[in-house]
């Protein structure tokens, strides 16, 4: 069965704190996505990554970046948090050319930056 | 660029009553898309895609959706709803590359009253 697991299911940090989300899956994917969702825009996307060391700038990049060390892992960073960052976390996976594959997404985290 | 609208922020409906939420895309191309359903504190789980042929699809939990072509829309529907499809709902359009990005849109919050 499919699994996309996210470290935790609720953070709360404070302002000015470095923030990790760990995302893992375990389908071998070579793509794997992190997104926020806030009320109203529906699921935005923050990075990507294509493979191990790999990544690219979404729709909302700025005030995050991403590590990719191994396949299966793909981590949010929050440098330092910022009370606009809470939100909820979303990451999710695909198989690479697999156009019509749909992404598997983990359970979210949210986040609550004080 | 993709791009999706859900025109309906909030849809309430009586048990047993019929449902459509509403999907427009933008897309250049034959597009893949996609309806997800998020329970509360869940992440997304996929109700049915579209990909090509047939233009009505079947998912799970009794859903059905239609595309077409012509309205640029794929809407949801469901005979009959349960209190259990509280929920909201995901319209999605993907890209048919190898790095499949989705586009979601804002999202339908779905109240089922007895």
């Known amino acids: 069965d499919v699994k996309v697991t996210q470290s935790s299911r609720y953070l709360v940090k404070r302002t000015g704190e470095k923030v990790f989300l760990e995302c893992v899956q375990d389908?071998?994917?070579?793509?794997m996505f992190w997104y926020r969702q806030d009320p109203g825009l529906g699921l935005r996307l923050i990075y990507f990554?294509?493979?191990?060391?790999?990544?690219e700038k979404g729709d909302i990049p700025e005030g995050y970046s991403v590590s990719r060390e191994k396949k299966e892992r793909f981590s949010l960073i929050l440098e330092s948090a910022s009370t606009n960052q809470t939100s909820m976390y979303l990451c999710?996976?695909?198989?690479?050319?697999?156009?019509?594959?749909?992404?598997?997404f983990g359970p979210g985290t949210r986040l609550l930056v004080l | 660029a993709q791009s999706v609208t859900q025109p309906d922020i909030h849809i309430t409906v009586s048990e047993g009553a019929s449902l459509e939420l509403r999907c427009n895309y933008s897309?250049?191309?034959?597009?893949?898309l996609f309806w997800y359903v998020q329970s509360p504190g869940q992440g997304l789980q996929l109700l049915l895609k579209?990909?090509?042929?047939?233009?009505l699809v079947q998912g799970i939990k009794g859903f059905e959706a239609e595309f077409k072509r012509s309205q640029s829309s794929f809407n949801l529907r469901k005979p009959s709803v349960h209190w259990s499809d509280a929920a909201e709902y995901f319209c999605?359009?993907?890209?048919?590359?190898?790095?499949?990005?989705?586009?979601f849109g804002a999202g339908t919050q779905v109240v089922v009253t007895p």
């Open positions: 999710a996976s695909r198989k690479r050319l697999a156009g019509r594959e749909t992404q598997y």
């Open positions: 999605a359009v993907g890209a048919a590359d190898s790095w499949g990005k989705f586009q």
């Open positions: 897309y250049g191309a034959t597009p893949y």
């Open positions: 579209y990909f090509s042929g047939d233009t």
């Open positions: 389908m071998d994917h070579e793509n």
């Open positions: 990554s294509y493979d191990v060391k790999m990544k």
